[in-house]
């Protein structure tokens, strides 16, 4: 399986954006899709997920409102859309498939696929 995250970009404090991440191949085996972010200088950190079975959500505190996350038709590809962004939300993004159980569906390490960053720079 592999991962291609896109859509990143520069915007300004309240603008929007939207993630996009294509897996290659089916990824019927991972249950979980999610989003991920790391700012410089510090931890990865979980910010959605999906899982496949009943489409439940799950999201950071910090993105609860503003993210969302969803689901291509073909299931092989998951967004995160992201509004009223702001400068706080600067990171790399990432993707990341797995079969993580709901308890550990935030921790990185639970997820065995990864796609490349994607960069989202928010100016004040």
């Known amino acids: 399986v592999q991962l291609q995250a896109s859509g990143g970009g520069l915007v300004q404090a309240g603008d929007s954006l939207r993630l996009s991440c294509a897996a290659s191949?089916?990824?019927?085996?991972?249950?979980?899709m999610g989003w991920f972010r790391q700012a410089p200088g510090k931890e990865r950190e979980f910010v959605a997920a999906?899982?496949?079975?009943?489409?439940?959500?799950y999201y950071s505190e910090s993105a609860k409102g503003r993210f969302t996350i969803s689901r291509g038709n073909a299931g092989n590809t998951v967004y995160l859309q992201m509004d009223s962004l702001k400068p706080e939300d600067t990171a790399d993004y990432y993707c990341?498939?797995?079969?993580?159980?709901?308890?550990?569906?935030?921790?990185?390490?639970?997820?065995?696929?990864w796609g490349q960053g994607t960069q989202v720079t928010v100016s004040s």
């Open positions: 990341a498939a797995g079969s993580p159980i709901v308890s550990a569906i935030r921790t990185p390490t639970a997820y065995r696929y």
């Open positions: 191949a089916s990824t019927a085996s991972n249950r979980v």
């Open positions: 999906l899982r496949r079975d009943g489409g439940y959500t």
